[in-house]
């Protein structure tokens, strides 16, 4: 019987928190709570991920490359461990073989690239400087989800109750 | 012989072939960040120099690249003009080796090895332009994608 495609208890990789892999001034902050996909949207994922992945060159017509089987399964293997924290992005081939991985919201906007061998990501805040991070294609983690997570999707605050109460005395 | 002149000005409008469903999302009725993005292994990516060339040229030229490809489909016309690009901080360029009318944007960002992303930092960069081009981009729906000739009005 084939293994489920997504591992939802699947403990993180913290391979980000490796100082060689963390620049100075990237701060994380730990989600609160997940933003993650729901486990429904899971199959979908990988289903528009596989639609996208076209093995033969030339898909746009202005002569891009196919997308190498390698780099599929990067992308897969990398956005369920994104998934965990961050909502479904837009997926996108791209005229140099990668796969992209797009979100955005009125926060900003955050882009993951997934190659044969390497993946490039950066969240762009609206206020703050973006964040970078590059890498090996196996070293996509949730703590890339959680970025996306906290500054593009991040929760209320808590309210008080709005609701007003009135004595009537004309009843 | 290719008449038109080699300089190009910033009033210049030139035009990119739209291909469905990369370039293009229905959703959100708006140009994707691909339809700007250049071939493999180049900083390039192809246009029409529509102010000589004209529309049904233009067309033609979609229909005939789109036809190439193996997923996609012509569905119009993203028009720019030349200072646009300048704005963006990209180039435009004549290549009439490829077709006399034929300009190459150029975005100045060495590709990526094939298969592989660039980094961060200039993907970053890249995306602003693109952002740029396809804010300022005004896309022409085509209504008759299948037929010879811009029935629409004049860009």
Same mark, same amino acid.
């Given at each position: 019987m084939a293994e489920p495609?997504?591992?939802i208890t699947r403990p993180p990789t913290l391979s980000l928190l490796d100082k060689k892999a963390v620049p100075a001034l990237v701060y994380f902050m730990p989600s609160r709570?997940?933003?993650?996909?729901?486990?429904?949207?899971?199959?979908?994922?990988?289903?528009?991920?596989?639609?996208?992945a076209f093995v033969e060159p030339n898909w746009d017509g202005y002569g891009s490359l196919g997308i190498k089987p390698e780099t599929k399964e990067?992308?897969?293997?990398?956005?369920?461990?994104?998934?965990?924290?961050? *909502?479904? &992005?837009?997926? #996108? *081939?791209? &005229?140099?073989? #990668?796969?992209s991985f797009e979100w955005e919201t009125q926060n900003g906007s955050a882009h993951l690239e997934v190659g044969q061998t390497m993946f490039s990501f950066y969240v762009r805040p609206r206020a703050g400087d973006p964040i970078l991070f590059s890498g090996p294609a196996d070293q996509i983690n949730r703590l890339?989800?959680?970025?996306?997570?906290?500054l593009l999707f991040p929760r209320g605050g808590v309210t008080s109750a709005t609701t007003s109460i009135r004595y009537s005395v004309d009843v | 012989m290719c008449e038109i002149p080699v300089a190009i000005a910033d009033d210049e409008k030139i035009v990119r072939a739209i291909v469905y469903p990369f370039h293009v999302d229905r959703k959100k009725k708006?140009?994707?960040?691909?339809?700007f993005k250049?071939?493999?292994?180049?900083?390039?990516?192809?246009?029409?120099?529509?102010?000589?060339?004209?529309?049904?040229?233009?067309?033609?030229?979609?229909?005939?690249?789109?036809?190439?490809?193996?997923?996609?489909e012509y569905v119009g016309l993203a028009v720019l003009l030349v200072c646009q690009v300048h704005d963006a901080g990209s180039d435009v360029h004549d290549s009439r080796n490829v077709y006399c009318g034929h300009a190459h944007i150029s975005h100045g960002i060495i590709a990526p090895p094939p298969n592989e992303p660039?980094?961060?930092?200039?993907?970053?960069?890249?995306?602003?332009?693109?952002?740029?081009?396809?804010?300022?981009?005004?896309?022409?729906?085509?209504?008759?994608?299948?037929?010879?000739?811009?029935?629409?009005?004049?860009?």
């Open positions: 495609f997504f591992c709570g997940s933003h993650g996909a729901m486990y429904a949207e899971l199959p979908a994922v990988r289903r528009a991920i596989e639609d996208n990067n992308a897969i293997q990398g956005i369920q461990n994104v998934l965990l924290e961050a *909502p479904v &992005p837009d997926i #996108t *081939p791209n &005229p140099n073989g #990668t796969l890339h989800g959680s970025l996306i997570a906290d | 708006k140009l994707k960040a691909a339809a250049s071939k493999p292994g180049t900083d390039e990516v192809s246009v029409v120099r529509a102010t000589f060339k004209g529309a049904d040229f233009c067309k033609a030229k979609g229909r005939e690249i789109a036809a190439s490809s193996t997923k996609g660039l980094p961060p930092d200039q993907q970053l960069a890249l995306d602003k332009r693109l952002e740029m081009l396809c804010d300022g981009a005004a896309f022409h729906a085509d209504p008759n994608p299948a037929e010879d000739g811009w029935a629409e009005p004049p860009f």
